[in-house]
């Protein structure tokens, strides 16, 4: 049967190879994929969201079932487009999407129905915001309604800084239609986590534990990015942690969501911090989060074609198998990255790094051009790689890395750190 997968990053090419496994995948296609995902199998020239475009696409060659990567193309209705024509796709409806796709409905939403979450307010009027972070002080978090490409959240130090993003985002319109409106809310403290789960909109089944690192620089300096690696299991969140999400988040925002006459159906992914009240919601995002989905997947024992189909069909499988192992993603990145970087230089060494033992290296942000592999993107390769913990992952990921090179490469060399002092081993 054929897949269909919606996206070129990392997160799609993980997801391609898993999906490629399946004895029941006879082909993958990418929509746009990349180099990676054309070795798979191959790649159509669609944008993600041309959702028309896609569903024609999938129409046409007999697509079973496609997979959407990307949150943009489930906020525009892609999965109520194929859904109207009869075909099968995993991912949220347009309406349950809006958990990602407008900040203040999935903060209304937490609020209805009891989730935890920081306190805040909605406004739609700048003068009205301002005063509120006025009255209020700092530090306080000033975050656009809409998607923003993980831009659009400032966690503000002082009041002038609260202001300044307000009159970014509502008056000068930096993020566009998205910051028509903006959520104000209270600065939460702790560590964040992030915990993810399959549902059909009735049951889910949680996916194995990931933490990703969104600052550029080691140590959690710099400037966020869209995530420069993950490693799972994360042992930040316990069992009990665990229990204390699935009770007060995900059960709740499910049913929350059947209520309101959305069921969710797809991946939905908890952003949270863990603070000495217990845990709060950050956000919700609609899909897999990259890079951890590309730590999770190595680490899936399970069909990831039937576990799709199983929650489109609202027969949810009972659990997913995971490998014992611990798995890392190594984000390399571009010059310049998460600012403006550049473009077309060529990448050498991949062959030799998937040498080394378990290492898997995706395609984030590549291209082929005169039989060359080039960069094209900020986050331009994942370097995957399993290990009986990790310290094991870490050795294989950076040994991996030596062999990979292109002017300008740049990557985090303390990815999965975090796990070793929790758990007492340093390095
Ligand atoms: P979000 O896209 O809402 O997850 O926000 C992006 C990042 O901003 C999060 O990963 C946190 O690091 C930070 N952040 C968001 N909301 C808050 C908050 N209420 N308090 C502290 N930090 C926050």
């Not at 690696?229 to 988040?249: C, D, F, H, I, N």
């Not at 190595?298 to 069909?313: I, Q, W």
Request: aromatic share 6%; net charge negative.
């Amino acid at each position: 049967m054929k897949v269909l997968v919606v996206g070129g990053g990392g997160r799609e090419h993980a997801l391609a190879w898993k999906l490629a496994q399946s004895p029941k995948v006879s082909e993958v296609i990418g929509a746009p994929g990349n180099p990676g995902i054309a070795k798979l199998g191959r790649c159509v020239q669609i944008s993600p969201t041309d959702v028309k475009a896609l569903a024609d696409f999938a129409e046409k060659e007999g697509i079973e079932l496609t997979v959407v990567g990307p949150e943009a193309p489930l906020v525009e209705g892609i999965v109520d487009e194929f859904e109207k024509r009869g075909l099968k796709i995993f991912g949220p409806s347009k309406a349950a999407a809006r958990l990602e796709g407008s900040k203040a409905f999935s903060k209304e939403m937490m609020r209805k129905y009891g989730v935890p979450t920081a306190d805040f307010e909605v406004f739609d009027d700048p003068e009205k915001a301002i005063e509120f972070v006025k009255k209020k002080g700092a530090p306080i978090v000033v975050k656009a309604d809409g998607l923003a490409a993980g831009k659009g959240v400032v966690v503000a130090k002082t009041v002038e800084e609260a202001i300044e993003a307000i009159k970014k985002i509502m008056v000068d319109k930096v993020f566009g239609e998205a910051g028509n409106r903006v959520v104000i809310e209270e600065c939460l403290f702790g560590e964040e986590a992030s915990y993810l789960v399959i549902t059909d909109g009735e049951r889910f089944v949680p996916l194995a534990t990931a933490q990703d690192h969104k600052a550029v620089y080691d140590g959690d300096r710099g400037p966020n990015t869209g995530g420069m690696g993950a490693y799972s299991p994360a042992p930040v969140l316990s069992e009990e942690l665990e229990k204390e999400v699935q009770e007060k988040v995900i059960k709740p925002i499910l049913e929350g969501m059947r209520k309101e006459g959305h069921p969710f159906k797809g991946v939905l992914y908890a952003g949270l911090m863990i603070t000495d009240e217990g845990v709060k919601v950050l956000e919700f995002n609609v899909r897999f989060g990259d890079p951890e989905a590309q730590a999770l997947l190595r680490r899936l024992d399970s069909d990831l074609f039937e576990v799709c189909t199983s929650a489109v069909e609202g027969r949810l499988v009972e659990e997913l198998h995971w490998k014992p192992e611990t798995s890392i993603c190594v984000v390399l990145a571009s010059r310049g990255y998460p600012g403006k970087y550049e473009k077309g230089k060529v990448i050498t060494g991949i062959e030799e790094a998937e040498k080394v033992p378990t290492v898997v290296v995706f395609h984030a942000g590549t291209k082929e051009e005169n039989g060359k592999l080039l960069t094209n993107g900020g986050r331009v390769l994942n370097v995957t790689a399993l290990g009986k913990d990790i310290v094991e992952a870490r050795e294989r990921a950076y040994e991996a890395i030596k062999r990979i090179h292109f002017d300008g490469m740049h990557y985090r060399k303390d990815i999965g750190l975090k796990a070793l002092k929790r758990l007492g081993i340093e390095e």
